[in-house]
């Protein structure tokens, strides 16, 4: 098996299939496509897949015509019919893992995939996980899953491995291609041929580990380490404002030493699918062992809290001007959770929204990306359609919760009756006699 897995993809006719065609499915099966191997991709939303049989890219992250190009030629396809599993010798599975309601681990969206894919698994086939779980999944959850709903036997009959997502959509420099990749899978020849494949797919760096477990680890300490990090920040931007300082000033001088700080900066809260829920992973498994991740769970309750820590300065912002935050008009700049780009997955910004609504604010929100969001949690929102002067004069507080570049921001200050920044976007603003900084 090992041997004809090799020469199938030193010889690319190695056909491969990606489960799940969002912000890390889709850019990995263009990938994949791009370097010359067949690749189809599985997702259950029909309106995904129609989009990428017509050539019609949605993720920022995929050029538009290498998609259309991939597609007119024949070296991708998807569907909604799981069937087409024996058709491929490699399957990623790259399909979202939320909290729940109670902020423990939904793992059905892998489970399902899990069982979907193991109807028709075939002999010499591979199969990696992709999506952010917690340490033992793959071999606690996915082999059985796979062993027992296909008949065959992990390591005997196909491969299985972990390969934790490293996407971080809009940054410029590293996409899917050329970010280092950590593979960890069971049994050495399971790693060896899953990190070939990677190698033929991408130019970033792949780093082979000695198990799933390690390599699920690996990408939970990745975004732990972010997360205790921005806490600390934000713990201690509380401090300085009680303290008359600015964080933002204390951050830029920290980082002129050249050696042993890494600069991390507050906010409103985190977003995005990893950063403020791989934490919960870990500590949720940790419980299975009777250890307890304190300074873990410390970081996740100042973050958590960071949106009302936001909406309490909010209210200061107005009672300085006479006026009660209950009827207020307010309007927030940004719902995306990061800067320059449509993504509003966990959005620190929504979170701040709602808060205000619940002492009573009138608010609204504009986003030139985001033009309507729609959650997990039953939350939707539609932006204002244009930021203009006369718009911004209209409220009695804009409060900024995304950096994003392509706003006026030297004309929201002119127009506004008062600005409350949780980014610092407006740091290079000279006139600041209605600007609050967090």
Known sequence: MKKTLLQKIETRTLVAGVVGLGYVGLPLAVEKAKAGFRTVGFDIQAAKVEMVNAGQNYIGDVVDTDLATLVQEGRLSATTEFSFIK???????????????????????????????????????????????????????????????????????????????????????????????????????????????????????????????????????????RNINIGLVNELGRLCEKMGISIWEVIDAAKTKPYGFQAFYPGPGLGGHCIPLDPYYLTWKAREYGFHTTLIENSMVINDSQPEYCVDRAMHVLNAQKKAVNGARILVLGVAYKQDIDDCRESPAIRVIKELKKVGADVAYYDPWVTEFHNMYGESGKSIPELTPEVVAAYDLVMITCAHTNVDYAMVQANAKAVFDTKNVMKHITRRDNIEVL
């Open 87 to 225: 058709e491929v010798d490699f399957v990623a599975i790259c399909v979202p893992t939320p909290l729940d309601k109670h902020q423990e681990p939904d793992i059905s969206y892998v489970r399902d995939s899990a069982a979907a894919i193991a109807q028709y698994l075939k002999k010499g086939t591979m199969v990696v996980l992709e999506s952010t779980t917690y340490p033992g999944t793959t071999e606690e959850l996915i082999r059985p899953i796979l062993e027992q709903g296909s008949g065959l036997v992990c390591g005997r009959d196909f491969y299985l491995g972990f390969s934790p997502e490293r996407v971080d959509p809009g940054n410029l420099i590293y996409k899917t291609k050329n970010t280092p990749k950590v593979i960890g899978a069971i049994g050495p020849d399971a790693a060896e041929v899953i990190s070939a494949m990677y190698r033929a797919v991408l130019e970033g760096e792949v780093y082979t580990v000695s198990s799933p477990a390690v390599a699920e680890m690996e990408k939970i300490l990745e975004n732990t380490y």
